[in-house]
């Protein structure tokens, strides 16, 4: 396991000298604070620092901007001292694919030459990113593709925040130069947190990358927009509703310890009742914020009525949506979807208890984009069978 030790807010980013040698630092995945201090290290006088890092940061984060010279309001000489001190880069596009439903599925290279995916999902009234927060993962839930592989390592805080500007500039959703913030409706508006890797394991970076998108001076997602989905990381729970605020999503998945042990193996370490506990107290819970119980349907294994009274059982007193989603198959996968008419059955006990129940329709099958299908070919670190049966109690 690779829980970070908890360190409290204030801490400030250190700007790393960039892994690529390039010898420059990447502005992408500062915070406010740590991008003053680093303009001040690059030799900004201290009184202007604020006033320039809010000019740089509508530059990168508003208008999209990469290269120092489109820094219009800025003296000649300063973004010269910008541009030999700074970068700002983001993950590089390696594959896209676009599927017959319009999702677009982007390979993305990230420094020391590791990919993760990137999902995006055109919806009529809105439009979603999937982004990944690790290269692989820790966990080894039994349904999970990504769970196959190894974790490789952490993204950092510009990875997480670069995927968003990746998707922004392949779908030209910046803000016009001479417009401004909310003159026309962006094409990205929602962030789920829902790609490759535990977001509670990489926290600091996850919370830093999020604040970045919910700056109102930038990328400007209403934390509303924003979901992190967790397979239950426990003592982080708390703290995601403290320091990032926002919506939360648990992969739930079964209504007994037995069967949630095999599927969701972290729930050996922190069980249903801990799990709904946590849930109970997350600080930021009202009606209006309801949390999201997301239920993959898997045939024989966790979609009988008597699961759908259990749920409902389980969660009562938390207000809660449940997100029913058909298991996304993946070569060599152990499991197989519940039937249409299993699920639908499902649903409806649910939806009668008066909770929305929607399915999840899955989205761009064709290019294996769905929920659960995400790992990236070229990583060689794989889990053995072994070590999967071992963690998951097969
Ligand atoms: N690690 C986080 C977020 C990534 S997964 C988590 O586990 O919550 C996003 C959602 O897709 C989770 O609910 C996950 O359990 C679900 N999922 C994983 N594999 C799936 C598959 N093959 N079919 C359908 N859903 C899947
Ligand atoms: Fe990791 Fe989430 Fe997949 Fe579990 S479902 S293996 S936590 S990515």
Same mark, same amino acid.
């Given at each position: 396991?690779?829980?970070?030790?908890?360190? %409290?807010?204030?801490?400030?980013?250190?700007? #790393?000298?960039?892994?690529?040698? %390039?010898?420059?630092?990447?502005?992408?995945? $500062?915070?406010?604070?740590?991008? #003053?201090?680093?303009?001040?290290?690059?030799?900004?006088?201290?009184?202007?620092?604020?006033?320039?890092?809010?000019?740089?940061?509508?530059?990168?984060?508003? @208008?999209?901007?990469?290269?120092?010279?489109?820094?219009?309001?800025?003296?000649?000489?300063?973004?010269? =001292? =910008?541009?030999?001190?700074?970068?700002?880069?983001?993950?590089?596009?390696?594959?896209?694919?676009?599927?017959?439903?319009?999702?677009? @599925?982007?390979?993305?290279?990230?420094?020391?030459?590791?990919?993760?995916?990137?999902?995006?999902?055109?919806?009529?009234?809105?439009?979603? $990113?999937?982004?990944?927060?690790?290269?692989?993962?820790?966990?080894?839930?039994?349904?999970?593709?990504?769970?196959?592989?190894?974790?490789? &390592?952490?993204?950092?805080?510009?990875?997480?925040?670069? *995927? /968003?500007?990746?998707? #922004?500039?392949?779908?030209?959703?910046?803000?016009?130069?001479?417009?401004?913030?909310?003159? *026309?409706?962006?094409? !990205?508006?929602? /962030? !789920?947190?829902?790609?490759?890797?535990?977001?509670?394991?990489?926290?600091?970076?996850?919370?830093?990358?999020?604040?970045?998108?919910?700056?109102?001076?930038?990328?400007? =997602?209403? &934390?509303?927009?924003?979901?992190?989905?967790?397979?239950? !990381?426990?003592?982080?729970?708390?703290?995601?509703?403290?320091? /990032?605020?926002?919506?939360?999503?648990?992969?739930?998945?079964?209504?007994?310890?037995? %069967?949630?042990? @095999?599927?969701?193996?972290?729930?050996?370490?922190?069980?249903?009742?801990?799990?709904?506990?946590?849930?109970?107290?997350?600080?930021?819970?009202?009606?209006?914020?309801?949390? %999201?119980?997301?239920?993959?349907? =898997?045939?024989?294994?966790?979609?009988?009525?008597?699961?759908?009274?259990?749920?409902?059982?389980? /969660?009562?007193?938390?207000?809660?949506?449940?997100?029913?989603?058909?298991?996304?198959?993946?070569?060599?996968?152990?499991?197989?979807?519940?039937?249409?008419?299993?699920?639908?059955?499902?649903?409806?006990?649910?939806?009668?208890?008066?909770?929305?129940?929607?399915?999840?329709?899955? #989205?761009?099958?064709?290019?294996?984009?769905?929920?659960?299908?995400?790992?990236?070919?070229?990583?060689?670190?794989?889990?053995?069978?072994?070590?999967?049966?071992?963690?998951?109690?097969?």
């Amino acid at each position: 396991m690779t829980a970070s030790a908890p360190i %409290t807010q204030d801490v400030l980013t250190i700007p #790393r000298k960039d892994a690529e040698g %390039t010898g420059k630092v990447n502005l992408v995945g $500062l915070t406010r604070d740590g991008m #003053r201090e680093a303009l001040i290290a690059a030799g900004t006088p201290e009184k202007q620092a604020k006033m320039r890092m809010g000019q740089v940061w509508q530059w990168v984060y508003q @208008k999209g901007v990469r290269d120092f010279d489109e820094m219009t309001n800025l003296a000649k000489d300063y973004r010269a =001292l =910008l541009s030999e001190n700074f970068e700002i880069r983001v993950p590089e596009v390696v594959s896209k694919q676009v599927s017959t439903d319009g999702t677009r @599925k982007y390979l993305v290279r990230i420094a020391g030459g590791h990919e993760v995916e990137v999902v995006y999902i055109p919806e009529e009234d809105r439009g979603t $990113l999937c982004v990944s927060s690790q290269v692989g993962c820790t966990l080894t839930c039994s349904f999970c593709h990504t769970g196959t592989q190894k974790l490789v &390592r952490n993204l950092t805080a510009g990875e997480i925040v670069g *995927q /968003i500007m990746m998707a #922004r500039d392949d779908l030209g959703d910046w803000v016009p130069a001479g417009k401004g913030m909310g003159e *026309q409706p962006r094409l !990205v508006s929602n /962030i !789920v947190l829902m790609g490759m890797g535990e977001p509670l394991y990489n926290f600091d970076a996850v919370r830093d990358a999020m604040k970045i998108a919910m700056d109102g001076e930038g990328i400007s =997602l209403s &934390r509303r927009r924003i979901t992190l989905s967790t397979s239950g !990381v426990v003592p982080e729970i708390a703290r995601a509703g403290e320091e /990032i605020g926002c919506m939360l999503a648990i992969s739930f998945h079964a209504t007994t310890d037995e %069967t949630r042990d @095999k599927l969701v193996p972290i729930n050996k370490r922190w069980n249903i009742e801990t799990l709904l506990q946590s849930l109970r107290d997350y600080p930021k819970l009202s009606n209006s914020e309801r949390i %999201t119980f997301e239920y993959v349907m =898997l045939a024989g294994v966790n979609d009988s009525d008597e699961d759908a009274y259990r749920l409902l059982e389980l /969660i009562k007193g938390i207000p809660a949506k449940i997100n029913l989603i058909p298991f996304n198959e993946w070569p060599g996968a152990p499991y197989k979807r519940s039937s249409n008419n299993r699920i639908r059955a499902f649903a409806n006990i649910i939806y009668q208890a008066g909770y929305a129940s929607p399915i999840r329709t899955p #989205r761009g099958e064709d290019i294996m984009a769905a929920c659960g299908q995400l790992k990236s070919a070229t990583e060689r670190a794989r889990k053995s069978k072994a070590e999967i049966a071992k963690e998951a109690g097969l």
